[in-house]
């Protein structure tokens, strides 16, 4: 009979007790990987932005808008190839103000630039025939025949059992009144770490209706020939407008992005926090477990070093009786985290893309169930080893 | 009859390693909940203690937080002559109608920037926020660039110290004091002459929010049904303290919500490791509980007494998880306040109730955790028992 054998007929020997530990680790190593989750979305969300676009925002802060006139000034900087607009519209749901979601008004260069990011899969047939700018996806010609039409993301549909054509309500709040828009597309992203929970519609429209055609702009998306000559770029646009009525301030989209992520102040260190302190939780229990296996049993490492096991063997079992359980648990709930919350829809309404856990996440939480499984069989498996046999046989326990 | 609790609390004490790491287990996952509760209640507390019950604050209608309003001037002179707002002893309205703006700025400490509130006030209404006490430095003087600071975001962000400048727009603005404000959000704040802020930032004639305080709170109602008719004002009236309670309820929903999801799942396993140790107590005291048969308690008597056992051992831990959480009490820490896009410093706030509910907690981790072992416990028969032990 294997040592291996051996461990595995004392794992089966109190069932109850080796499930009931297995399945606590498999709890721990779940929520171990679903906080990972949380953090390597928020990263994810820095990722999501290009080193190749620019993003220009007024310098005080994004909710200071920038005039239309700059657009033709950043776009004549030698290096920019087109310049888009998108402005935070803020709206909320007139059915549940806390239904929250995110609207944008762009104009569509906006989906042009984003062409590679998402594209619509879902459009209404063009009702007139309008004039669409060179190199625009013939679908949104519907789009850009409304006025009120907009494009909304197909998470977004879902959740709102909105369909394609119908004319849906929101409440402005940073510009008044009721705002009804046409869904005359539905996008989908072509990239894992893209939402599709944003509605996005004319910018002109609400110039005209919401700013009384002040001509305001939250943000200026540049699209640029090189990246590589970005830092230049935003040195170039932010001189121009340095002594103007609105300074500005460029950056990389994914610094824009990490900016947002810097936002959240220190809650991720708080989840990195409660992380360690769930893996310290499940090492206690582990090696609680192991210490009881290992006193019930001292009579029988008795019997066996009397057989002529060595006391390394005795060692060896016991370190991998806990191991086995850690391990065996560990990458249980690691992989059910992996595969349920993947699918769940934890993103903050939006903000932040689907969450994603990498196999790395997944793969440290073993080790660390690994890790733990070893510790946690460390000192029964050093009593055992050092049990004389005397002493084994003789205690009454 | 009842086997009774010093029989319990003897065998507890007997294994104290077994006690103790099942114990800290339960305790870990108490100290998590509770701390969960006291950020949740901590932010909270933050922005309920701005408002004040006898303040109403406008905001144009339709607006869901100070940045998205915008009041003019007119109407705020029409809100400042209304007969229910209270009048200060210099025989002026108590009214203050406030410029509010986010400011893009450099943390200290931590990589990147975030938006702090800049609020311009009329130094007269200072009277309207009895809270608001200057800790260093002093007031800025009416009519000139400079600032004061709340002391809770003084210390986070990049050029608060007194003395040094700010750079809003083109005007640059001096640090001339810190402020305390009970520990509301106002204490997240820059705050200048909303004279000077606004041509500075080009918000001359527009204002974000209207605080006024009631001559009598309860005429609340009547109040807000007249301004919220009145065409000329288009704005929608608010309970000062209710508004900013709702500006905390997204915020405070998620923590709670990640807080109870987290705590959850780790008492399952607390419970798990709860349940081991008290099957391996049951088993090893075998023969113990069939001398108890023998002594004619009933099995219910038994079954009580393990459940008390293992409650016991739970409180144990409700009572170190408890300990292991008063020390975040106080801490201080901040987040965005995506309601209001401003960044909001916080101390996590641990409540009494939040310690109750932690050690109720706990009992009910025990009693979860110890059902199965003491029902084993009480269905023993008397003769395997006696033979088997």
């Given at each position: ?176 009144g009721d705002w009804p828009f046409v869904i005359r597309g539905v996008y989908a992203s072509k990239k894992k770490s893209i939402g599709e929970e944003v509605m996005y ?190 002493d084994a046989l003789r205690r009454v326990d | 009859m009842a086997i009774p609790l010093s029989y319990n609390i003897r065998n507890v004490m007997r294994r104290p390693v ?241 807080g109870v999801f987290i705590t959850i799942i780790m008492a399952v396993g607390a419970v798990f490791g709860a349940m081991n140790t008290m099957y391996a107590a049951v ?107």
């Amino acid at each position: 009979m294997s040592t291996l054998s051996l461990v595995f007929v004392n794992l089966l020997r109190n069932k109850r007790r080796t499930f009931l530990t297995l399945f606590s680790v498999t709890v721990a190593l779940f929520l171990f990987c679903a906080l990972g989750g949380v953090l390597d979305t928020l990263q994810d969300s820095i990722k999501v932005g290009s080193e190749s676009h620019l993003v220009t925002r007024n310098a005080i802060s994004l909710v200071f808008p920038m005039p239309l006139s700059y657009r033709e000034r950043i776009a004549a900087v030698p290096g920019v190839k087109r310049v888009a607009l998108q402005q935070w519209f803020g709206g909320t749901d007139p059915n549940n103000p806390h239904n929250f979601f995110a609207q944008f008004a762009v104009d569509p260069v906006f989906f042009q630039i984003y062409e590679n990011d998402f594209g619509l899969v879902d459009a209404s047939p063009p009702q007139a025939r309008v004039a669409m700018p060179p190199g625009l996806d013939s679908r949104f010609q519907a789009f850009m025949a409304e006025q009120n039409a907009c494009i909304v993301g197909r998470k977004l549909m879902e959740k709102m059992h909105w369909r394609l054509g119908q004319t849906v309500h929101v409440s402005g709040t940073i510009w008044p009144g009721d705002w009804p828009f046409v869904i005359r597309g539905v996008y989908a992203s072509k990239k894992k770490s893209i939402g599709e929970e944003v509605m996005y519609f004319h910018w002109k429209y609400l110039n005209e209706r919401g700013m009384a055609g002040q001509g305001q702009i939250g943000l200026y998306v540049l699209d640029l020939d090189n990246p590589e000559r970005a830092a230049d770029i935003a040195r170039t646009v932010d001189a121009m407008f340095v002594n103007s009525s609105a300074a500005t301030h460029t950056e990389t989209e994914k610094a824009f992005q990490a900016g947002f992520v810097s936002m959240y102040g220190n809650l991720p260190f708080v989840l990195r926090v409660i992380g360690l302190a769930v893996v310290f939780a499940i090492l206690l229990i582990a090696a609680n477990t192991m210490v009881m296996a290992i006193r019930e049993r001292t009579r029988e490492f008795g019997v066996l070093k009397t057989l002529g096991f060595q006391n390394s063997t005795v060692f060896r079992m016991v370190v991998l009786e806990a191991a086995i359980i850690t391990v065996g648990g560990g990458a249980i709930g690691a992989l059910l985290a992996k595969g349920l919350l993947e699918r769940g829809g934890f993103n903050m309404g939006g903000f932040l893309p689907p969450m994603t856990i990498y196999w790395q996440t997944v793969i440290i939480g073993i080790a660390i169930a690994a890790l733990v499984g070893a510790v946690s069989g460390l000192i029964p498996a050093w009593q055992a080893s050092r049990l004389r046999i005397v002493d084994a046989l003789r205690r009454v326990d | 009859m009842a086997i009774p609790l010093s029989y319990n609390i003897r065998n507890v004490m007997r294994r104290p390693v077994s006690t103790l790491t099942t114990a800290v287990g339960v305790g870990l996952t108490v100290m998590i909940f509770i701390g969960a509760l006291a950020l949740a209640e901590g932010f909270h507390t933050a922005l309920v203690q701005t408002g004040s019950p006898s303040n109403a604050i406008l905001l144009r209608k339709g607006a869901d937080s100070e940045l998205s309003s915008g009041i003019g001037r007119d109407a705020v002179n029409i809100i400042r002559a209304h007969p229910a707002v209270a009048v200060g002893p210099d025989g002026r309205p108590l009214v203050s109608a406030d410029l509010v703006v986010v400011n893009s700025m450099p943390r200290i400490g931590q990589p990147g920037s975030s938006n702090v509130n800049v609020r311009g006030v009329d130094i007269t209404s200072l009277a309207l926020r009895p809270a608001v006490k200057l800790t260093e430095g002093r007031a800025f003087t009416p009519g000139t660039d400079e600032v004061i600071i709340g002391q809770r975001i003084a210390k986070r962000f990049a050029n608060c110290r007194v003395g040094d400048h700010i750079q809003l727009q083109k005007r640059t603005f001096t640090v001339v004091g810190h402020f305390a404000g009970g520990g509301s959000a106002f204490e997240s704040e820059i705050w200048g002459d909303a004279a000077v802020l606004g041509p500075a930032l080009d918000r001359d004639n527009v204002f974000q929010s209207v605080t006024v305080r009631m001559r009598d709170p309860k005429s609340f109602d009547a109040f807000k049904k007249e301004l919220e008719a009145d065409p000329r004002l288009q704005v929608q009236a608010k309970r000062e303290d209710l508004f900013y309670a709702d500006q905390s309820s997204m915020l405070t929903n998620v923590i709670r919500f990640i807080g109870v999801f987290i705590t959850i799942i780790m008492a399952v396993g607390a419970v798990f490791g709860a349940m081991n140790t008290m099957y391996a107590a049951v088993q090893q005291r075998t023969r113990e509980i069939a001398t108890l048969f023998v002594l004619g308690f009933s099995p219910l008597a038994v079954m009580t007494s393990f459940m008390v056992e293992s409650v016991f051992l739970a409180l144990i831990g409700g009572a170190i998880g408890c300990l292991m959480a008063l020390p975040i009490n106080g801490i201080a820490t901040s987040t965005t306040n995506f309601q209001s896009f401003s960044e909001v410093a916080f101390a996590f706030r641990i409540t009494p109730g939040a310690l109750v509910a932690g050690l109720i907690f706990a009992a009910v981790m025990g009693v979860l955790g110890g059902f199965f072992p003491a029902l084993r416990a009480a269905r023993q028969t008397l003769a395997v028992s006696l033979r088997e032990g």
